[in-house]
């Protein structure tokens, strides 16, 4: 009676260890691992109190039980350490930075790029601002993503091109099949070759990298840098360029961690622990938008459009100064540089009657100047340079009821890149114009079908 009674409180004492291990909650990838290996010495420390085996065998069953554990691990690390199974990958968890996602690779330059003719199919299920508030999953839509010799998403490998695009996320947009880009019906419309040369999370400094190592060499007749103003601007390091450092490459070992089955495991298992907490905030910049339908389409938003501070009147200064290089580079191999401004969602939809905010906070957004001081910004560099604000167009098509933006993030839909390329098609289409009265021929590059949907309207 007294045995059992010992039992019961050594019981109860290792239990409220347990609680006290678990649910003080977990902060770190390594908090986790430090729990994980408690977790497993108080569980043989329980055994041991309770088992009425001799200490000798206990000691045995631990070091041989421990070893067994160890020796798989390490077999399981080999396999991933010698390259054939990445488990980022197999679990699909995600790194730190972009270049220790699946799919990526460093660059010395650039940060990160897409691996070479890298290939990735799945389904988009919920935006960037549905996975910050946990809302429930929306409809699948399937995407097929691939990528080119360079990295970037086009289907197939070009040595030369009539139009480049740069740009970000908003370029590549890798939540869309490829036939919903504006990539795609911009060179659909002018029948001839468009290349997407678009990376989620790159910023003006990186772009610039892009059109002189990879746009320029395809020797387009026209560029297109698509601007977006949620976060380019954020992006920019006003400083002058020779006082920047390169982006830092970490070690080799540090690379294999992130990709091992041991770091992949446990954050994994922290995701699984802590479940998805919602960002409270994000629930503040909300509205309601009215569908051509009649449908009532609850939207949310991330990026605010604010004053303009005294650092990013220097960013500005910043983004002259990489905009100039960039046309001037543009100039002596004669092409033609149109800067596209892309608006945050908010931007576009305040103000319209269709469209009300749900919030006190979302009333009190204000939309700055940012256009016009691009614009501007332009005009000082050269007159030659073509600007595109998609603001007013994606606008009137949001009055008219259309869906331009995904409700839970900050990106187009279908609808929305088809208005945008529709756009920078009349601008592209001109520029192009101008070009071949200049030189004197008459729209070299292009099929003579191509060229006559490109006279028509997108």
Known sequence: ????????????????????????????????????????????????????????????RFVLMTLVGVALLGAAELLGAVGWINYQTLLGTQGRTWFERPGYVRDPELGYRHEAHYR???????????????????????????????????????????????GDSYVESPMLPNSSLLTTGLSRSLGA???????????????????????????????????????DLLQLDPEDESARREPTITALEDSYW????????????????KGCVPHQTYLQFRGIFQEATGKQTEMFFWEKPAPLRPMDRLRLERLRSILKEAHELCRRQGVHL??????????VHQGL?????????????????????????????????????MTQPLRTAAAAGVLTYLPDDTHWTTEGQRV????????????????AERMGVSSRGFSEAGWRRGLQRL
């Not at 409180?9 to 390594?30: D, E, H, K, M, R």
């Not at 040369?197 to 840098?225: C, F």
């Not at 749900?358 to 340079?385: C, E």
Request: charged share 20%; hydrophobic share 45%.
């Open 1 to 60: 009676m007294l045995r059992d009674k010992a039992a019961v409180i050594t019981l109860a004492i290792f239990l409220c260890g347990y609680a006290v291990l678990w649910v003080t909650g977990i902060t770190s990838t390594g908090h986790l691992l430090d729990n994980v290996i408690a977790g497993y010495l108080l569980a043989w420390g329980l055994y041991g109190f309770l088992s009425d085996l001799p200490r000798q065998e206990i000691r045995a």
């Open 120 to 166: 990735e199919r799945g389904s988009f299920v919920r935006g960037n601002i549905g996975e910050a508030l946990c809302l429930p999953a929306n409809p699948p839509v399937e995407f097929d993503l691939r990528y080119d010799q360079h990295g970037f998403r086009n289907d197939e490998d070009r040595d030369q091109a009539d139009v480049v695009v740069i």
């Open 193 to 231: 070759p468009v290349v997407n040369m678009g990376i989620s999370g790159y910023g003006p400094e990186q772009e610039l990298v892009v059109l002189k190592r990879y746009a320029l060499t395809l020797r387009p007749k026209t560029i297109v840098w698509l601007f977006f103003e949620g976060n």
């Open 258 to 273: 992130m990709r091992s089955l041991t770091r992949n495991l446990l954050v994994l298992s922290k995701k699984v622990a």
């Open 338 to 347: 149109v800067v596209a401004f892309a608006p945050v969602s908010y931007r």
């Open 353 to 389: 009657e269709n469209f009300e905010p749900s919030t006190p906070q979302m009333r009190a957004w204000q939309v700055n100047d940012l256009p016009d001081q691009v614009k501007s910004l332009l005009g000082g560099i050269s007159q030659d340079i073509v600007f595109v604000d």
């Open 420 to 435: 945008a390329g529709q756009a920078l098609h009349q601008q592209v289409l001109a520029s192009i114009n101008r070009s």
